[in-house]
């Protein structure tokens, strides 16, 4: 597919026509955020194309759904809203289309992207965050019961899940302060208050809810990803020697509860179907799934990821970011309609905007490790960075920075980054 947009044809770029991610943004001269939409270098102003007529085909609901402040209602049309509207832009940015070239409104409605300030892009209700990784499961279950199996009974069977915190997802770009926590010393009790000192990222992959659902009426596997509007990359940034003290018997709570992060850009399924592969295989000894979490049909996605730190004098010393980690989002044990099957077996409602994410994305290697608990072992094994320093877990005003992209042949398609830069805590 061609365009006239010439920075969206930069082969390592992340926003080609094939892809088109859905954001929110504001202007200086703004007086609410709008609905962007990505192409290369460019952010376009959906409701200001719309006004001057560059999308005719969208009108009606559709069309009053893109001139909100977030993509809740939007996304809440279905997968048949976003695809008529992908279609839409797909035909205005062709090569062969100069309704928006040659137009003289083309400044106003096509937006450098270095002039916009990106925010969330929906307006979220609910956040849950699961642990689909059986590479990470497994590694954290060595590490804190080496005498045991590092699996649960439950893990095979179910994608083991818990509630998070909305009001504290952020922006890629917004630092984050390092909390304040209960922990206790390597002697253990009594416990003492202060910053933390294990502050880690994770790795993950979110995706958030379009379509409905209704109280009481679970999703079926096979329904599952019509219900998905799209996918953006997450930091679930954790303070691990909190949760250590925290987490029984009752799961995480403030070890995560305080940020995290996602890039501002939605992809949607549809720009990421030439990379879905067949649901993960399993092992000859693993467990067969229950009905309801089985279908011929589910897939997987391709999607390569990174992690890089850049500290305070990297910065200074213009410095690259040190990447940490490498890893596919293919090597994860459960599925995203599976995940979204399970959490509404129960009959639990889905509303536009939720967002769930996989929890850590870890391979097989030791630079597929999605997190430093896991990457260092606990610290053990502290990660080399330009700068000539090491780290076991995250320093005051260390930068981390997720990129996510899929490719095959000529075609790549990417997430942009999610970043946070950690501060320190008050006090």
Request: charged residues 25%; aromatic residues 8%; glycine residues 10%.
């Amino acid at each position: 597919m061609r365009t006239w947009v010439e920075s969206a044809t930069d082969p390592d770029g992340d926003f080609p026509i094939e892809n088109l991610p859905f954001g929110v943004f504001e202007r200086e001269e703004s007086d609410a955020p709008r609905i962007g939409v990505a192409i290369g270098d460019r952010v376009l102003d959906v409701r200001e194309a719309i006004v001057h007529g560059m999308l005719p085909d969208v009108s009606g609901e559709v069309g009053r759904t893109l001139e909100a402040t977030n993509l809740n209602a939007f996304a809440g049309l279905g997968r048949s809203g976003s695809g008529m509207v992908r279609t839409a832009l797909q035909r205005l940015f062709g090569v062969d289309e100069g309704m928006l070239r040659d137009s003289g409104e083309q400044d106003r409605i096509l937006i450098p992207a270095c002039e916009v300030e990106l925010g969330l892009p929906f307006s979220i209700g609910d956040y849950t965050d699961f642990y689909a990784s059986k590479h990470h499961a497994t590694n954290v279950g060595r590490m804190f019961r080496p005498d045991g199996d590092p699996l649960l009974p439950n893990w095979k069977h179910l994608p083991v899940g818990y509630h998070g915190r909305a009001s504290s997802i952020v922006e890629s770009g917004r630092p984050i302060r390092r909390p304040n926590g209960q922990t206790v010393g390597p002697d253990g009790p009594p416990p003492k208050h202060g910053p933390v000192r294990l502050l880690d990222y994770e790795l993950e992959v979110g995706f958030f809810l379009g379509r409905r659902s209704e109280l009481g009426t679970p999703i079926p596997i096979e329904q599952a990803l019509q219900h998905v509007f799209g996918l953006v990359l997450v930091n679930d940034w954790s303070a691990r020697d909190v949760q250590k003290w925290e987490y029984q018997p009752l799961g995480p709570f403030n070890a995560k509860n305080f940020a995290t992060t996602i890039s501002p850009w939605v992809v949607t399924l549809e720009a990421l179907q030439p990379f879905t592969e067949p649901g993960p295989p399993r092992d000859a000894d693993d467990p067969e799934n229950l009905p309801y979490l089985s279908s011929d049909a589910d897939v997987t996605i391709d999607l390569k990821l990174e992690v890089a730190i850049r500290s305070a004098e990297m910065r200074a010393r213009d410095l690259p970011a040190s990447r940490v980690s490498i890893g596919n989002y293919r090597d994860m044990y459960w599925t995203i309609a599976q995940m979204v099957a399970h959490h509404t077996s129960t009959g639990c409602d889905m509303r536009s905007g939720d967002l769930m994410a996989s929890g850590t994305v870890s391979g097989p290697e030791e630079e597929s490790r999605g997190c430093l608990l896991e990457r260092t072992w606990r610290g053990q094994n502290p990660v080399p960075l330009a700068d000539g320093t090491e780290r076991k877990f995250l320093q005051d005003d260390d930068e981390v920075i997720i990129r996510g992209w899929c490719s095959k042949g000529d075609l790549r398609i990417g997430f942009g980054s999610c970043a946070g830069l950690v501060t320190p805590a008050l006090g």
